[in-house]
């Protein structure tokens, strides 16, 4: 009888407890804050610029960021555009680790991944991002299509071995339409509205110690372990964008665009990869699997909230020949997170917001940039040879909550072949 009594109290505890002991994957964990985000692709032009350039035009990916730029855009055509983003660099290259892992030996692989770990400091991060993406416009009708591994990084202590990694992948498929006012001989206004369809799927944090446990000796279980023991949250959103474009003589642009409505995430917890690729695809990644039989879901149709912003810019794009051809751009993001605020608070509010960019095309082959946002700088180059086009730019980003807290420098590299 005793037996029976204590095997009801652990099945009690067990049923009435295992949701107070349910690990949350949500973005209110911090360690997943960071896959709350909206998505954005990663423009190597702006970012160059210090992250302004609302009301820039002539690109293939301008619609991306205001659709209102796909008024009269002509054709244009990117196939394939890859961007691959490198953090820490600096720090990366200053702590000796690839010195270590070119050795190839243990010991040095070993030495190399603690001096890679020593680079992340306390905090939310990113360790590697890449984006790849095929885009086209034709008259004022724009279509792209894109997909980036995003590997983000947590470090909750001092202690290097405790980062936490968050890997993640997300799909879009953007479809934008744009027309003009004419206003008067110089003046316009020109109007675009995109839709997207996004999906975005992260897996749970792993360390490093789990990493070296899936592993084992001899390594032969890895990819198993990693696709049948790892839980995946995966969902999707249908964010719209509309945006307007005051076209002014003298090559004067204000640019206003309401970006992510209707962004949230509706989102599904599955108990691993092959369990997502099983409901979702309807096969799994790996046959060998040892998983219980039952439901793939652990919890379906939870939120992820991401919250719509009013974004404004001026650009300024003088026209004083083909040789030398300069844009200065001044943006401002989130302009109504500073309603409300006054004195101190305000003037904090724009410096945090604002962003300034300038760009110099040079003999319709090499573009100069430079930027500043939150008071770090950037700068960028970019190659146009035929249908090949190289850009690359080096920034920082902040991280913490305020400026000054965690800053963490950024090189992308971005190659497309046909319309820059």
């Given amino acids: 009888m005793k037996k029976i009594k204590s095997i009801v109290i652990i099945a009690l505890v067990i049923i009435v407890g295992s949701p107070l002991f349910a690990v949350d994957y949500s973005p209110t964990n911090t360690v997943y804050k960071q896959a709350a985000e909206p998505f954005v692709g990663t423009s190597v032009r702006m970012l160059g610029m210090g992250g302004a350039g609302l ?37 990366i290259l200053e702590s000796g680790a690839i010195e270590e892992f070119e050795k190839g030996t243990d010991a040095g692989m070993v030495a190399g991944a603690q001096k890679f770990l020593n680079v992340f400091e306390i905090g939310p991060g990113d360790v590697l991002t890449t984006d790849v993406s ?7 009708f724009g279509l792209s299509l894109q997909a980036q591994e995003r590997l983000m990084s947590f470090t909750p ?44 799927a992260y897996l749970a944090e792993m360390s490093a110690s789990s990493i070296t446990d899936m592993i084992g000796d001899d390594g032969s279980d890895f990819a198993a372990e990693f696709l049948d023991k790892t839980p995946l949250m995966a969902g999707y959103a249908l964010p719209l964008s509309a945006g307007i474009n005051f076209n002014f003589p003298f090559g004067l642009t204000l640019s206003t665009v309401a970006k992510n409505i209707n962004g949230n995430y509706t989102m599904s917890t599955y108990n691993s990869a092959n369990d997502w690729a099983e409901e979702v695809l309807g096969q799994r990644l790996s046959e ?38 300069p844009i200065i751009a001044v943006d401002v993001v989130d302009v109504m997170a500073m309603s409300g605020k006054t004195g101190d608070a305000l003037t904090r509010a724009f410096f945090e917001q604002t962003r300034l960019g300038a760009s110099v095309r040079l003999l319709s082959l090499l573009d100069f940039r430079y930027g500043l946002n939150k008071g770090y700088h950037s700068i960028g180059v970019g190659f146009d040879l035929l249908i090949f086009h190289i850009d690359a730019a080096y920034y920082t980003q902040e991280y913490g909550s305020s400026i000054g807290e965690k800053s963490i420098d950024a090189l992308s590299l971005r190659f497309s072949l046909f319309s820059r």
């Avoid at 009301?55 to 008024?71: I, M, T």
């Avoid at 990694?165 to 953007?174: E, F, G, K, S």
């Avoid at 992820?304 to 912003?309: A, H, Y």
Wanted: net charge neutral.
């Fill in 55 to 91: 009301g820039v035009k002539g690109y293939h990916d301008s619609f991306l960021y205001n659709p209102a730029n796909l008024v009269r855009s002509g054709f244009k055509f990117s196939f394939p555009s890859v961007t691959v983003t490198a953090y820490n660099p600096k720090a």
């Fill in 134 to 140: 095929t885009t086209i416009t034709i008259g004022s």
């Fill in 157 to 200: 202590s001092a202690d290097p071995l405790g980062t936490k990694l968050v890997a993640q992948v997300t799909t879009a498929v953007t479809a934008g339409f744009g027309f003009r006012i004419p206003i008067a001989e110089s003046i316009s206004i020109d109007l675009g509205i995109s839709a997207q369809a996004v999906y975005k």
């Fill in 288 to 325: 060998d699997s040892d998983s219980s039989p039952g439901s793939s879901t652990i919890e379906t149709d939870w939120t992820i909230e991401s919250p719509w912003r009013l974004d404004a810019g001026l650009t300024w794009k003088p026209n004083i020949g083909s040789l030398i051809r």
